[in-house]
């Protein structure tokens, strides 16, 4: 897919030799995830909510789920790019480089809202959060935040083509301000709903940043690894290495909240306890232990620790990929325990039900705003190096 | 840190400026608002549906709720504090009220404002049965209000609160943040597109039945779900029938309540049935922690 590496070239360990195939493999990859997720599309538009899994009493699902993670992604990506930018780490300093730190935070920030849009009830109004906003919702506020940060963005992405200017770097801040604000603001979107015992945590906003950082550190890693310096062991392996340690930090700081929570809840077991419980030994529990854990966690732990780039690389590529099991371990467990008991057996319907299961539908659609993320990220990356030789060459 | 002191303060300039513009939209959302709901003399409803029944002593409980009614509805809006008091000792789970909303608001399979709940207690043979019929609470803080990102939920001047589906997005915040589960989301079911179907999976007779497209008249207005049209993929919730007191009906769970264990009135008339009713019984509201202040009270 894309191809625009621009690093210093020379030997890296554990860089092999490219052809033709990664690429080949990628295009692959992204044909079938678009044609399995334009099935799903077609299921969406045709039969509205019918096909899908949520409903009244779990009324968010997997693609909110996929939401907050893109965003988290997006904002943790732009804090650790932009910030090294503007802090001089080596590797991250380059104009280059900022650029596709943009690209794939608004790669991430565009599926995720993409998602969220389709599954509104009336998707058709929803530009209505931007004409008559209520601020005391989290939601406007969510939508205005990742905006304002994506104009911000694009802004910052065209001073980096000037070859002075005294406001990259202040509008850098001010976007890293708003990235590292709208991850802590998707905890706080739960947190203050008081009428889920799981979620009304302070720790929500801090494990949504943790996370946030943790996957954006760990996706850009992995796109700067394949894309940028693939045959760079100079500032590009600096750059990588600063990246990994981040993520390893990530990791540890994200699993030691986490364990804070669940082990407070399970001592003396309160009203989160019914929903940390149905995480653990619930119907899925494999997303906590298998995806979470050994995916999210133990396995990228073990390959971070080493001194192989490929290894990291796949570690990273695994912490972005898995890290969505800690978005629905908030979003769907914190639902799936009621208020008032036998609320479910007083009126029967499947959509008045305290379980949810994600279907068909929803896991194509899933598949779709990933293949919409790969493909937002190629052309950026096109523009990317189009903008960079024209604005290169003499006037 | 390489940024020079003037891009340092230009940044610091941006990040105060984005702060101080956050704190503002905040807190002028935060303050009361005009709901755009009719107040004042405009709002009062001179009705005749009890002129020709002479008051007397002894009457029917209904006949006493419908003369609060009118009484209150004489009165501008903000003066009138619904309130409903649901006595679960006569409440024999028939679910009529269920049944009877249900065919008020025509809602669809998997929508509904008034389920009853049912508690078993006890050890054989000493068992009981209680019930806990559920509608809005129109709590006077409703935690389903301020979430709402478009606006389109508030609490009227009478304390009701309902929703302008003509505005509402479907995002389904509003039911996550009721705690009471009073909310649910019309996902464009209906009754009879899956009802003539054989064993083998195939439809009998297929096609969608009339009536299932009848219009509403939930807030007064005409609302039918045909063409994907609001109320469908809206949140929809128990409103009091706001479109029956207009005309000096109760509400459809009060009428349909076959143990009269449901009643409903104006808490701000001292001798309404309702008022009494909370004053003379040891009421209680369904998940008091939670300080939603519900306007739905009962009495066990």
Not at chain 1, 130 to 148: E, G, V
Not at chain 1, 314 to 321: D, I, K, P, S, W
């Amino acid at each position: 897919m894309t191809n625009v590496g621009t690093g210093a070239a020379g030997a890296c360990g554990g860089v092999g030799r490219r052809g033709n195939g990664p690429r080949r493999l990628l295009w692959t990859i992204w044909a079938v995830l678009a044609g399995l997720g334009l099935i799903g599309i077609g299921q969406r538009v045709a039969g509205g909510h019918l096909p899908a899994g949520y409903g009244s009493y779990v009324p968010w699902g997997l693609w909110v789920a996929l939401y907050f993670h893109g965003v988290g992604i997006a904002g943790g990506a732009f804090v650790l790019g932009a910030g090294g930018f503007v802090l001089g780490v080596p590797g991250l300093d380059r104009r280059d480089v900022l650029r596709t730190v943009v690209v794939l935070a608004i790669a991430a920030i565009i599926p995720a809202f993409m998602g969220v849009w389709l599954d509104l009830g009336r998707p058709e109004r929803a530009p209505a959060i931007f004409l008559s906003p209520s601020f005391t919702s989290m939601m406007a506020f969510n939508a205005w935040m990742y905006n304002a940060f994506m104009m911000i963005a694009v802004a910052c992405w065209l001073l980096s083509f000037r070859e002075r200017s005294g406001w990259l770097k202040p509008l850098l801040c001010l976007a890293i301000m708003f990235s590292i604000l709208f991850p802590s603001q998707s905890g706080a979107f739960f947190g203050v709903v008081g009428a889920k015992g799981f979620w009304h945590s302070a720790l929500l906003p801090m494990l949504f940043l943790a996370s946030a950082i943790t996957a954006g550190a760990a996706m850009l890693l992995f796109v700067l690894a394949v894309f940028q310096f693939k045959d760079d062991c100079g500032t590009g392996c600096a750059a990588l290495r600063y990246l990994r340690n981040v993520t390893l930090a990530g990791l540890m700081v994200y699993f030691v909240f986490e364990f804070a929570e669940f082990s407070i809840a399970l001592w003396n077991p309160d009203v989160h306890a019914p929903a940390i419980e149905l995480i653990l030994w619930g119907p899925y529990w494999w997303v906590f232990w298998i995806v979470h854990l050994l995916l999210g966690g133990a396995i990228p732990l073990g390959l971070l620790l080493t001194r192989r780039r490929a290894a990291w690389t796949l570690a990273a590529f695994l912490v972005a990929v898995a890290f969505v099991s800690a978005r629905l371990n908030v979003l769907v467990p914190g639902q799936a325990v009621g208020e008032i008991e036998g609320l479910q057996e007083a009126f029967q319907h499947d959509r008045l039900k305290y379980i949810y299961h994600a279907t068909a539908m929803e896991y194509l659609v899933g598949l779709f705003l990933v293949a919409a993320g790969m493909a937002v990220f190629h052309l950026g990356e096109r523009i990317n190096a189009w903008a960079a030789r024209w604005t290169a060459s003499p006037a | 840190m390489s940024m020079d002191r003037r891009e340092f303060v230009k940044a610091g300039a941006l990040a105060g400026a984005g702060l101080a513009a956050t704190a503002t939209l905040v807190i002028r959302d935060r303050r009361p608002r005009h709901t755009g709901d009719p107040r004042g003399q405009e709002t009062i409803r001179h009705l005749s549906a009890l002129d020709g029944v002479p008051p007397r002593i002894g009457e029917d409980l209904l006949i006493q709720m419908q003369r609060d009614l009118v009484k209150a509805m004489a009165k501008p809006m903000e003066q009138r504090r619904w309130a409903m008091v649901i006595d679960q000792r006569k409440c024999v789970g028939c679910h009529a009220c269920t049944i009877g909303c249900v065919a008020e608001n025509k809602l669809p399979p998997g929508v509904v404002y008034r389920p009853v709940v049912t508690e078993e207690g006890g050890e054989y043979p000493n068992v009981h049965l209680k019930f806990t019929p559920r509608p809005c609470m129109q709590c006077e803080k409703p935690p389903c209000v301020p979430v709402c990102p478009v606006r389109a939920t508030w609490r009227r001047a009478d304390g009701v609160t309902v929703v302008d589906y003509d505005k509402c997005i479907g995002c389904r915040y509003c039911l996550t943040a009721c705690p009471y589960g009073a909310r649910t989301s019309d996902f464009g079911e209906y009754y009879t597109d899956a009802a003539a179907v054989g064993a083998d999976g195939v439809a009998v007779s297929g096609g969608r039945a009339p009536w299932e497209d009848q219009p509403n008249h939930e807030y007064g207005k005409r609302w039918s779900r045909g063409g994907h049209r609001s109320p469908m993929g809206n949140a929809r919730k128990c409103h009091f029938c706001l479109h029956r007191l207009e005309h000096g009906e109760l509400p459809v769970c009060v009428t349909t309540c076959i143990g009269r264990a449901t009643y409903f009135g104006d808490i701000s008339d001292p001798d309404g049935v309702v008022t009494e009713l909370i004053a003379r019984h040891n009421v209680h509201t369904l998940l008091p922690h939670k300080g939603t202040r519900p306007r739905v009270y009962y009495i066990a």
